[in-house]
């Protein structure tokens, strides 16, 4: 047990702050509209990838640094803590380009992957439907084989950053004949193509940042398959492995930030920071998203280690959307009638708090709803058995 | 940075579960719990003793194996896991780890016989209802000589020595060590919800103690007794847990098994994310300990809000997972029950300890400026 750098990540932190450093001029912000702060977030991510802070744990020939998994927190440390936001490759270089690394020919990903790394293209991700969200295999839109290309027709939804994305990972249903998860097949096409109509969709908490995405008969070679005619589905779950590890990163405000709000919120004859109930439950909050935490220290140790990441891994995102609502609740709710104004003047840290209030419920369900990842802890780390399947095995034209 | 045990604690971890698979199973703490003149298992104390257990993390200087607070809480885990019934936490977490942290030389020779299994401790803070506390302690230390009445105390039956906390003639109150075989000590035994571990009422008239410390050691004892506790009780909640797995595979309800429906699922899925907050949050605790951080208020509140909340709510869902049979004398699912409720109270409760983790963690801010 040891939390100190060793030498090694002593030496590698202080070359990313001589790095950060000398390109201050450079970061970017959350500041701005989403096209400026994309021009800066491109700009930042050539200037990465140039020096090999861009996707430190891939292979060189890839565009990385070929280092590893602590080398590449500490960098995210590091970068945090200048307020550089983690915006717009995430879903692209976490999920997407490592599928096209896995499944394209050596051309495509000659042509694909380089530009992905340094921010010059961005990748979306278009597996969920109308009717099939948490029953991701459940799919509908259809792709059918013309000559050498597949015509594609269908629905996709919640896709995060479809309108600024330049490529997509698609899943489709191929085989209506043969069971759910069987019929599946994956590519990758242009969100440029015709026939490709993206819609925003307005969240609850006033932002934009998912879409409709429709395909009208939209032509893809088959050349842009990902794996086999009706292998989609182990190629739709090699993508998410990666989002299950990404997950659980760190939500709202400090806890030193909601100490001292607590000692400046009147309540009572004194402050909330004296009040047992608001203590208890600050205490409880800590003791969890600390926890979150310091398990990814247990996770990055496995890796070190060269292990495989334990099933622990899972729990973050569970954990931290939950902890983010009813921490946001409380601290609106001490406000009295003042924590109903959400304004970025009078609202405490700038509206973040009512910000996060508003945008948590979608945090829950994006990316594995709580239910279903307490199914996966459940089956895949308990091994408790799953429970009936009625459309198993029976063709998924005849299911409902 | 590396945030896990090591290969040799691994190893110290394997042997552990192994000796306590054989010599302290389930029957073991039964034995105790139902015969009320036993307070805990001597044979099995004994054998710990001889395996060198009490030994570990004393000095070699003092007859110990000069071993880590890290490997002790190795054994901790286990300890819990098995819910074994004897004086270890008090003697070991407790008595021990005062007379190392402030123990004079003389004191000190206590140690050796910690290690060879002669000296048993217990922590004497408690004077009846409601939380300890230094403002109201009456137990008074004057001249050489002790007066008042602690109860309840853990341990109090099998304890050779007491870490008492009185007040001094000015009024500040600190620990003092006290032999229990004189004639200004009288004990009595109170029943229990943990039978497992003995209580009692220790009565001190004119005995004569002697400082151990300064007003400080208490709390700093407390922090490091609520980090080894805290592996205790994920020891406890992960056995609670995989009880409650291994009978939802295998008993059926409207022809399927329960650990089928998502309801039994979801409980089982809270109960291990509770359990791995509790076991990253000891880890936490265990390091702040044994690197001498300034940061073990905060750590070690974590570590055992993290744990009293993970093992109550693995041994209280335990019972329901298994319904009917869960209630019964017979299944041992109410020694978890009553092992949780023991650990949650032992060096103060949840309650108390989320009120010192709020106070931690504001110090540490106004620290940072």
């Given at each position: 047990?040891?939390?100190?750098?060793?030498?090694?990540?002593?030496?590698?932190?202080?070359?990313?702050?001589?790095?950060?450093?000398?390109?201050?001029?450079?970061?970017?912000?959350?500041?701005?509209?989403?096209?400026?702060?994309?021009?800066?977030?491109?700009?930042?991510?050539?200037?990465?990838?140039?020096?090999?802070?861009?996707?430190?744990?891939?292979?060189?020939?890839?565009?990385?640094?070929?280092?590893?998994?602590?080398?590449?927190?500490?960098?995210?440390?590091?970068?945090?803590?200048?307020?550089?936001?983690?915006?717009?490759?995430?879903?692209?270089?976490?999920?997407?380009?490592?599928?096209?690394?896995?499944?394209?020919?050596?051309?495509?990903?000659?042509?694909?992957?380089?530009?992905?790394?340094?921010?010059?293209?961005?990748?979306?991700?278009?597996?969920?439907?109308?009717?099939?969200?948490?029953?991701?295999?459940?799919?509908?839109?259809?792709?059918?084989?013309?000559?050498?290309?597949?015509?594609?027709?269908?629905?996709?939804?919640?896709?995060?950053?479809?309108?600024?994305?330049?490529?997509?990972?698609?899943?489709?249903?191929?085989?209506?004949?043969?069971?759910?998860?069987?019929?599946?097949?994956?590519?990758?096409?242009?969100?440029?193509?015709?026939?490709?109509?993206?819609?925003?969709?307005?969240?609850?908490?006033?932002?934009?940042?998912?879409?409709?995405?429709?395909?009208?008969?939209?032509?893809?070679?088959?050349?842009?398959?990902?794996?086999?005619?009706?292998?989609?589905?182990?190629?739709?779950?090699?993508?998410?492995?990666?989002?299950?590890?990404?997950?659980?990163?760190?939500?709202?405000?400090?806890?030193?930030?909601?100490?001292?709000?607590?000692?400046?919120?009147?309540?009572?004859?004194?402050?909330?920071?004296?009040?047992?109930?608001?203590?208890?439950?600050?205490?409880?909050?800590?003791?969890?998203?600390?926890?979150?935490?310091?398990?990814?220290?247990?996770?990055?140790?496995?890796?070190?280690?060269?292990?495989?990441?334990?099933?622990?891994?899972?729990?973050?995102?569970?954990?931290?959307?939950?902890?983010?609502?009813?921490?946001?609740?409380?601290?609106?709710?001490?406000?009295?009638?003042?924590?109903?104004?959400?304004?970025?003047?009078?609202?405490?840290?700038?509206?973040?708090?009512?910000?996060?209030?508003?945008?948590?419920?979608?945090?829950?369900?994006?990316?594995?709803?709580?239910?279903?990842?307490?199914?996966?802890?459940?089956?895949?780390?308990?091994?408790?058995?799953?429970?009936?399947?009625?459309?198993?095995?029976?063709?998924?034209?005849?299911?409902? | 940075?590396?945030?896990?045990?090591?290969?040799?604690?691994?190893?110290?971890?394997?042997?552990?579960?192994?000796?306590?698979?054989?010599?302290?199973?389930?029957?073991?703490?039964?034995?105790?719990?139902?015969?009320?003149?036993?307070?805990?298992?001597?044979?099995?104390?004994?054998?710990?003793?001889?395996?060198?257990?009490?030994?570990?993390?004393?000095?070699?200087?003092?007859?110990?194996?000069?071993?880590?607070?890290?490997?002790?809480?190795?054994?901790?885990?286990?300890?819990?896991?098995?819910?074994?019934?004897?004086?270890?936490?008090?003697?070991?977490?407790?008595?021990?780890?005062?007379?190392?942290?402030?123990?004079?030389?003389?004191?000190?020779?206590?140690?050796?016989?910690?290690?060879?299994?002669?000296?048993?401790?217990?922590?004497?803070?408690?004077?009846?209802?409601?939380?300890?506390?230094?403002?109201?302690?009456?137990?008074?230390?004057?001249?050489?000589?002790?007066?008042?009445?602690?109860?309840?105390?853990?341990?109090?039956?099998?304890?050779?020595?007491?870490?008492?906390?009185?007040?001094?003639?000015?009024?500040?109150?600190?620990?003092?060590?006290?032999?229990?075989?004189?004639?200004?000590?009288?004990?009595?035994?109170?029943?229990?919800?943990?039978?497992?571990?003995?209580?009692?009422?220790?009565?001190?008239?004119?005995?004569?103690?002697?400082?151990?410390?300064?007003?400080?050691?208490?709390?700093?004892?407390?922090?490091?007794?609520?980090?080894?506790?805290?592996?205790?009780?994920?020891?406890?909640?992960?056995?609670?847990?995989?009880?409650?797995?291994?009978?939802?595979?295998?008993?059926?309800?409207?022809?399927?098994?329960?650990?089928?429906?998502?309801a039994i699922k979801h409980k089982l899925a809270d109960a291990y994310v509770n359990n791995q907050i509790a076991r990253s949050n000891a880890y936490y605790g265990i390091w702040a300990l044994d690197a001498g951080?300034?940061?073990?208020?905060?750590?070690?509140?974590?570590?055992?809000?993290?744990?009293?909340?993970?093992?109550?709510?693995?041994?209280?869902?335990?019972?329901?997972?298994?319904?009917?049979?869960?209630?019964?004398?017979?299944?041992?699912?109410?020694?978890?029950?009553?092992?949780?409720?023991?650990?949650?109270?032992?060096?103060?409760?949840?309650?108390?300890?989320?009120?010192?983790?709020?106070?931690?963690?504001?110090?540490?801010?106004?620290?940072?400026?």
């Amino acid at each position: 047990m040891d939390f100190s750098d060793t030498p090694h990540e002593a030496e590698y932190r202080a070359k990313a702050n001589a790095f950060l450093d000398a390109n201050a001029a450079d970061l970017p912000s959350l500041s701005g509209s989403e096209p400026q702060r994309l021009e800066k977030q491109r700009k930042w991510q050539a200037i990465k990838a140039d020096a090999g802070f861009a996707c430190i744990t891939w292979p060189k020939e890839w565009g990385g640094a070929g280092g590893t998994a602590m080398e590449r927190v500490i960098f995210r440390d590091e970068e945090a803590k200048r307020g550089v936001p983690d915006a717009f490759f995430g879903i692209g270089l976490g999920l997407c380009v490592p599928t096209v690394i896995k499944y394209a020919s050596e051309e495509q990903k000659e042509e694909m992957v380089r530009p992905a790394v340094r921010g010059e293209q961005i990748w979306c991700q278009l597996f969920s439907e109308p009717a099939a969200g948490s029953d991701l295999a459940g799919i509908r839109t259809k792709a059918v084989r013309d000559g050498n290309d597949w015509v594609v027709s269908g629905q996709k939804v919640w896709t995060s950053g479809a309108h600024y994305s330049d490529w997509g990972l698609v899943i489709t249903r191929t085989d209506p004949e043969s069971p759910k998860h069987k019929g599946l097949t994956m590519f990758f096409v242009s969100m440029r193509a015709p026939g490709v109509d993206v819609r925003p969709i307005h969240q609850m908490s006033g932002g934009v940042e998912f879409n409709e995405v429709f395909f009208n008969d939209v032509r893809i070679p088959d050349s842009q398959r990902l794996g086999e005619i009706g292998g989609g589905w182990g190629v739709a779950i090699y993508a998410l492995m990666n989002e299950r590890v990404q997950g659980g990163k760190e939500r709202g405000v400090p806890a030193k930030d909601i100490i001292a709000l607590a000692s400046n919120t009147p309540v009572g004859e004194g402050t909330l920071a004296d009040d047992g109930a608001f203590r208890a439950a600050f205490a409880d909050w800590y003791v969890r998203t600390r926890g979150v935490q310091l398990t990814r220290y247990r996770t990055l140790t496995a890796m070190s280690r060269g292990q495989t990441p334990g099933p622990e891994a899972s729990i973050g995102k569970l954990v931290t959307a939950f902890e983010l609502q009813e921490m946001s609740r409380l601290l609106v709710e001490a406000q009295g009638s003042y924590g109903l104004i959400q304004d970025d003047i009078h609202a405490m840290f700038g509206g973040n708090v009512h910000h996060d209030l508003l945008h948590a419920p979608g945090i829950r369900i994006a990316g594995g709803t709580d239910e279903i990842l307490r199914n996966i802890i459940a089956e895949r780390v308990l091994g408790l058995p799953k429970g009936p399947q009625p459309d198993k095995g029976v063709p998924f034209s005849q299911t409902k | 940075m590396n945030f896990d045990f090591n290969e040799d604690q691994e190893m110290l971890r394997s042997e552990a579960r192994k000796f306590l698979e054989a010599r302290c199973p389930a029957s073991k703490v039964r034995a105790v719990v139902e015969d009320s003149g036993k307070g805990y298992d001597t044979e099995l104390w004994q054998e710990l003793v001889e395996q060198g257990w009490t030994a570990l993390a004393i000095p070699e200087e003092f007859g110990g194996l000069g071993m880590s607070r890290t490997d002790l809480c190795v054994l901790a885990e286990e300890l819990g896991r098995a819910l074994a019934p004897v004086p270890f936490a008090s003697t070991v977490y407790l008595l021990a780890e005062a007379l190392k942290i402030a123990g004079t030389p003389q004191q000190k020779e206590k140690l050796a016989q910690i290690a060879s299994g002669e000296c048993i401790g217990c922590l004497a803070i408690s004077e009846g209802p409601g939380e300890a506390s230094r403002d109201r302690t009456e137990a008074r230390f004057e001249d050489g000589r002790l007066n008042g009445t602690k109860h309840p105390v853990i341990d109090a039956m099998a304890a050779t020595d007491a870490l008492v906390l009185a007040k001094d003639a000015q009024g500040k109150a600190s620990l003092y060590l006290v032999a229990l075989d004189q004639s200004g000590v009288s004990r009595s035994a109170l029943e229990t919800i943990d039978p497992s571990r003995d209580l009692g009422r220790i009565v001190f008239e004119n005995a004569i103690a002697e400082p151990i410390g300064d007003h400080t050691l208490l709390d700093r004892l407390l922090d490091g007794a609520a980090v080894l506790l805290a592996f205790e009780q994920v020891g406890g909640a992960d056995r609670s847990l995989e009880l409650a797995t291994d009978f939802a595979k295998e008993r059926f309800a409207f022809g399927r098994a329960i650990g089928s429906y998502q309801a039994i699922k979801h409980k089982l899925a809270d109960a291990y994310v509770n359990n791995q907050i509790a076991r990253s949050n000891a880890y936490y605790g265990i390091w702040a300990l044994d690197a001498g951080s300034r940061e073990l208020p905060t750590a070690a509140a974590a570590a055992r809000v993290a744990g009293c909340h993970a093992f109550w709510y693995a041994a209280r869902e335990s019972i329901q997972a298994h319904g009917g049979i869960g209630f019964t004398w017979e299944a041992d699912q109410h020694l978890f029950y009553r092992r949780a409720l023991q650990l949650d109270i032992a060096v103060g409760s949840a309650r108390q300890w989320q009120e010192r983790l709020y106070s931690a963690v504001e110090a540490q801010t106004m620290e940072a400026g």
